[in-house]
């Protein structure tokens, strides 16, 4: 069966500093990818999708980015954070017309 | 364009009693439609789906959506709450332009002992 990991799970970090969160997917091949964000009371934003290695959309500008070096490996990172980049940060995978979620990413910019 | 809209950002209900929360979708092609449900601190969770088969659609944890065209409605529904099933619960409608998911702004479910 398909898995999603995703980590850390949480972490708080200074303004200014760089981000890296990874999301791995297991028991599929060659998934569509997704980074979404949910900021303190407010729904899903997704951020980032992709449907194959190196191949990255991104659905809003900001300081982030995502990359995809592998098939089922999904990174979302920064090289400054602000402190409007805190909020839940969620990993997913797609197959077939549904997305599977990882667990979840805290993210607190201090 | 496809939208999703979930009436009521906050539903409460009491221990026992039904659970309705609502959604209505607007899609130009016939939609696959989605529930997820998230607890707190966790990820999100399929719930349910609707692919075009029965239009009544069956979930985990006792429930269950029924897909009505007429309204473009996909309410979801239990017919008794536990105290576990407080939780956020999120509609979604599949965009097969783009591979993603269209989603409403989430209704939190209260139950009240």
């Known amino acids: 069966s398909q898995t999603i990991h995703q980590w850390p799970a949480t972490l708080v970090q200074p303004v200014g500093s760089p981000l890296s969160l990874e999301c791995t997917v297991e028991g599929t091949s060659n998934p569509n990818l997704y980074w979404y964000r949910q900021a303190a009371g407010r729904g899903l934003q997704l951020l980032f999708y992709?449907?194959?290695?190196?191949?990255i959309s991104s659905e809003v500008p900001q300081n982030l980015s995502a990359s995809r070096p592998q098939d089922r490996q999904f990174i979302l990172s920064s090289k400054k954070l602000l402190l409007s980049d805190s909020g839940f940060y969620l990993c997913a995978w797609g197959g077939g017309n549904t997305i599977y979620f990882g667990e979840g990413s805290w993210l607190t910019v201090v | 364009a496809q939208s999703v809209t979930q009436l009521g950002s906050h539903v409460s209900v009491s221990e026992g009693a039904l659970v309705l929360l609502r959604c209505n979708y607007s899609s130009s092609v016939p939609p696959y439609l989605f529930w997820y449900v998230q607890y707190p601190n966790q990820g999100l969770q399929l719930l349910l789906k609707y692919t075009s088969a029965a239009t009544l659609v069956k979930g985990i944890n006792g429930f269950e959506a029924e897909f009505k065209k007429s309204e473009t409605s996909f309410h979801l529904t239990k017919p008794s709450a536990h105290m576990s099933d407080a939780a956020e619960y999120f509609c979604?409608?599949?965009?097969?332009?783009?591979?993603?998911?269209?989603w409403g702004a989430g209704t939190k479910l209260i139950i009240k002992p």
């Open positions: 992709s449907v194959g290695i190196g191949q």
């Open positions: 979604a409608v599949s965009d097969e332009s783009n591979y993603q998911l269209i």
